[in-house]
């Protein structure tokens, strides 16, 4: 039985396969959002046995409670699905433009020695609740989740998802295959980190042997949402550094990012290689998204031209100014 309700689900259906085969679908980040739009042309449409341009219009419009980056995650595979059927020969319907992009506005907390040495002293001091399971659980998990995201600069989605035969613990390894995007990558842990897997591996197994995913929630036996992380590191950030401080998990990862880049300033000409092996790891299919974090290293534009001048004005001689 189909999971999908609208008049032109075989076409849907066949889109999916499609991708499928070519190894670029992620159910997790685009398979929802297409039911979510063959729901909305069920519902709304009294019929709905062919796909219309005032359907995908209708969907594809900013809402006013969304922001231009939500509204491009939500519609993107609609637009692609659209794409698919004009490429076929299937539909007319013209793909609708992704909605303008809004300059970044988000600035990452900029963490200190100080509130990290903190934060994980936190995580490591949680409490089990009367011993029970989900509490002792928590208490294993939240140290080395929280820890994995700050040394290894995976999104915390990419951390949920993890399932156990990801985890190659014996090369210090993950296979990222549930990412923001389509690409699977992969990703070196330090040899610090690799241990503190296999630490937790052995002690959660006692509780949950035949667990799925590596970081997994004894309620549902899925991974946890993304409400747990969201909850769990605001609770225990406060908790160390007090009510006011607001920073999230996300931050984790630019964190990531940025000491990276501010580590090689003393490394003269090898930005481009170290900037792609960080792409990679990072899981960015472009680099320019890497780029971003050049924006905000402290001091970069200065730590560059000290790095470059002296060879650069070695290259191109200062030109006379017959103005002087």
Known sequence: M??????????IEKFVSYRKASGSWNEYA???????????CADHYEDSSSLTAEMVGSWCRKRGTETSSSCYTRTLVVREFIDYLRDHGITDIVTPKPPKWEGRKYIPHAFTKEEL???????????PYKGKSASVIRKLQCPVFFRLLYSSGIRTTEARYLQRQDVDLAHGVLNIRKSKGYDQHYVALHETMTVLLKIYDSAIDKIQPERTYFFECIKTGSYYSRDWVKDNFNKLWKAANGADSHA???DLRHHYAIENI???????????????????????????STLYYYSIVPRLADKIREKTETEFNEIVPEVWDEED
């Open 248 to 250: 999230v998990a996300y």
């Open 262 to 288: 501010s580590s090689w300033e003393d490394d003269s000409f090898t930005f481009s290689e170290k900037l792609h092996y960080l792409s990679k790891s990072m899981g960015h299919r472009w680099i320019v």
């Open 30 to 40: 685009t398979g929802q959002n297409l039911r979510l739009f063959d729901y909305y």
């Open 2 to 11: 189909s999971v999908y309700r609208s008049g032109f689900t075989h076409y």
């Open 117 to 127: 040495e903190a934060f994980f002293k936190e995580c490591d001091s949680i409490d």
